[in-house]
């Protein structure tokens, strides 16, 4: 269909302000090397606040491993005291790990 037509089809109403209704309107908004942005949840930000949320985000997640470190993660089954990733590997075997048959006497081998 052509574009005019498309464009007497539609109602006025339907053109969103700041949206570029033909290709060559589109061309003419937004030069070559200009990135067009199709992302509307996307948020522009300066070099200056993109460093600030970075370095933010890397405190937060130095805290979070320095919490972790101070906290008390309980015991083995040897006694020894366990750390974050000690204690995620031996939950990690436990409940992702292979399964391993108990043979106890009192079960029969048959079923």
Not at 2 to 28: F, H, M, T
Not at 29 to 56: C, F, G, M, Y
Not at 81 to 86: I, P, T, V, Y
Not at 96 to 102: H, I, M, S
């Amino acid at each position: 269909m052509n574009r005019d037509l498309k464009d007497l089809q539609r109602p006025d109403d339907a053109v969103v302000p700041g949206i570029p209704v033909s290709p060559a309107e589109a061309s003419a908004e937004t030069p070559a090397n200009t990135p067009v942005n199709l992302n509307p949840i996307l948020i522009k930000l300066t070099d200056a606040q993109q460093e600030e949320l970075a370095a933010i985000i890397d405190e937060d997640y130095r805290n979070a491993t320095e919490a972790r470190e101070k906290t008390d993660w309980g015991a083995s089954k040897s006694g020894d005291a366990l750390s974050f990733d000690k204690k995620y590997a031996e939950l990690f075997e436990l409940y992702e790990g292979a399964t391993v048959a108990c043979v106890e006497k009192w079960m029969c081998g048959r079923s």
